[in-house]
């Protein structure tokens, strides 16, 4: 008796990627790729696991991410507490330190790939998703500041996406954070009657995260709270006000968020969000900011950063709603024969091309003419190689033209080429 299993499914909230959107993804990565070197930032790859402490740290032990949606585990094998990673940040600045990546001059870094967070799923927000990354480590801006926005900018006009705004804030410095979280914390409690169970628990904790609330009856509190904006000094102002005219120089456009607290407690001065309503709830595609106290908090020397993370998932779907990626075929050619002696021939001619630069399926599976030519069109290839009997006797490939450019009203749909002169005739036919 043969025993059946039972089908086994992926785990909420993490996806396969199927290989019509892969190619999409490969597109839009080399997008991204070409763009980063264009302002000279070059690519890195961290573990996916990392020290858990690594994370409660660098991130804050009271903020969501770590307070409740990291997959940590303690490894059974040795006790180690573990958490595979819920963003790049943390490690690409403990490896900085470890490496001494500084010690010459400062490093522009990109790396792109799966993150985790145990959230709750909907459009948008997943538990494994893909970030694409980008840290300028060692520059204290506000320059460098203005360049990753004007770049993020750059980026959108390059994929065609017109509706992603810009909001910025300021964070300030930590002496001006905690004269605000002073005065915030007595406007909370100014307020206990009305604060929800959410806030009550974050009031001393992590005041500013209260004003992020998305609860309707805690709006106008939130509204009339004192700003961090209004406690900045001198040189944070200064600071600000440096990204400011850069950006007005450049003309991007932006406003000024001042309740923008970003999730993640690193971050110090320029903090900023790329945000559209075209994804539903999950329209934030960026956001980034600067973290000049992370490589001190996490044991090295005192070192300014700033970055920013985009959505893969998110940039995908906003990119996929203008439909400019196209769908990328199997192949350019492929090769369809008669029997065993025009397969070996096919295997023959298959590699000459390749060697030229062309993509090429050969055939496999069932024999009849008719199945080869219907896998020939769904491939979705330009052209059909056919090696039948006469075409082995007369050492001369049909090429059968299947779709545009090649396939038009000005040339026969099928011709004759020497096998001598195939690669020529397909390589000036197809072009690169
Ligand atoms: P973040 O704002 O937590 O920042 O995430 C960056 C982006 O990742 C978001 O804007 C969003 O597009 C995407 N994202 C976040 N959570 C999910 C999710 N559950 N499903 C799908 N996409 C999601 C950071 O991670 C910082 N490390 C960014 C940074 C780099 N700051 C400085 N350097």
Known sequence: MTQSFKKLRGLTGMHDVLPDQSAQWEQLEEIVRDWLA???????????LEHTQLFARGIGEVTDIVEKEMYSFTDSLN??????????????VRSAI???LLYE??????SIGPVFRHERPQRGRYRQFHQIDVEALGFPGPDVDAEMIVMLDRLWQRLGLTDVRLEIN???????????????????????DILDDDAKRRMYTNPLRVLDTKNPDLQEMADAAPRLFEFLGEESLAHYEGVCQRLDAMDIEYTLNPRMVRGLDYYNLTVFEWITDRLGAQGTVCGGGRYDGLFELLGGKSTPGIGFAIGMERLLELVQQQDILPNTAECDIYMVYQNDAGQQQAMVLAEQLRDAGLRVVVHAGPKSMRAQFRRADNSGALAAIILGQSELE???ASVKWLRAPALNDEQPQQEQVDFAQCVQFLKSRIGD
Do not use: V, W
């Not at 264009?38 to 996916?48: H, K």
């Not at 001059?105 to 990109?110: C, H, L, T």
């Not at 002073?182 to 409690?189: D, F, N, T």
């Open 170 to 192: 300021s964070l300030g410095q930590s002496h001006e954070r905690a004269a605000h979280r002073e005065a915030l914390i007595a406007y909370l409690e100014q307020h206990q």
């Open 394 to 396: 007369t050492q001369q």
């Open 38 to 48: 264009s302002y000279g930032y070059r690519n890195m790859r961290t573990p996916i």
């Open 105 to 110: 001059r400062p490093q522009r870094i990109y």
């Open 79 to 92: 006790g180690d507490k573990l958490t595979m990673r819920p963003e790049f940040t943390a490690g690409i």
């Open 98 to 100: 470890e490496h001494n």
